[in-house]
């Protein structure tokens, strides 16, 4: 599911949720930015010139509208396998064993060359996409080098699920 479609389908069911009077942990693990056309409309890219700095910018702000929907409910808000760029909290990349290769200088925000070409395609993004593409391979390569993340790009196993699972902290509740 990509990130405004999360958000979308909080939106909708967070009143629902609340009727139901009975104690509710919001887990929200957002995906690589771009997943929906919807992601575009939250930020300008003409003030950047990085694809990555750009998708960077829209993970914040979808991450303070999840904020604002949420409010004071009990909930942990991270990413999956994309760069945590709006709080501490661990991803579930964290739990995939450790990277055999050094993690690269630049944090992307989505793993897919189709993306690149989907900008390129439309005149309103000014992105240098040769240094953008050669970040994107730099982060697949660290991506795959990491111990149970096979070539779908996710964990080849349930243990850094499991192990992820155990920092929540709706233990604790």
Known sequence: MGNSLIIDILKNDFVFFKSLNVEIFYLISFSEVGRNKKDFNYSNPKSYKSCHDYFENILINQFKDVQEILGSSNHYITTSFVNNCFNKNNTILDFCGPASLPKP??????????????????????????????????SIDWLLSHKYIDTTYHPASYKPYEDFFKILPINSL
């Open 105 to 138: 200088n630049k944090d992307i925000y989505h793993y897919s060359s189709r993306i690149h070409s989907y900008m390129k395609d439309r005149k309103i993004f000014d992105f240098d996409y040769n240094n953008d593409i050669k970040a994107t391979l730099e």
